[in-house]
């Protein structure tokens, strides 16, 4: 089993910054792959970006590209996503996952945390 918690949302302006972690514990070994989700309301679940534990493989959605940061320290078992230049559409609720590959496809993941809600205000 693979358990993720995530933490780090909360309320910011326009062109403001957060960094949202995730804490992984159990057996993970057997996914190679982490990634961000995330969830507007009304809308379904996008891929936002994604990171292979054992290499520096990173892949990004295109809206996030150049602001959004994925990263680990596997030290900490922790996975990180440094948002910078926050916009009103970035309003969602953020999940990790873990998975198999390296995409930005829900159906490639099978773990999942509860989520945290990251809210952009113009």
């Known amino acids: 089993q693979v358990q993720l918690v995530e933490s780090g949302g909360g309320s910011v302006q326009a062109g403001g910054s957060l960094r949202l972690s995730c804490a992984t514990s159990?057996?993970?070994?057997?996914?190679?792959?982490m990634g961000w989700f995330r969830q507007a309301p009304g809308k379904g679940r996008e891929g936002v970006a994604g990171?292979?534990?054992?290499?520096?493989?990173?892949y990004y959605t295109d809206s996030v590209k150049g602001r959004f940061t994925i990263s680990q320290d596997s030290a900490k078992r922790t996975l990180y996503l440094q948002m910078n230049s926050l916009k009103p559409e970035d309003t969602a609720m953020y999940y990790c996952?873990?998975?198999?590959?390296?995409?930005?496809?829900?159906?490639?993941?099978?773990?999942w945390g509860q989520g945290t809600l990251v809210t952009v205000s113009a």
């Open positions: 996952a873990a998975g198999r590959r390296l995409s930005l496809s829900e159906s490639d993941f099978d773990y």
């Open positions: 990171i292979g534990t054992r290499s520096t493989s990173t």
């Open positions: 159990g057996y993970t070994s057997s996914r190679n792959y």
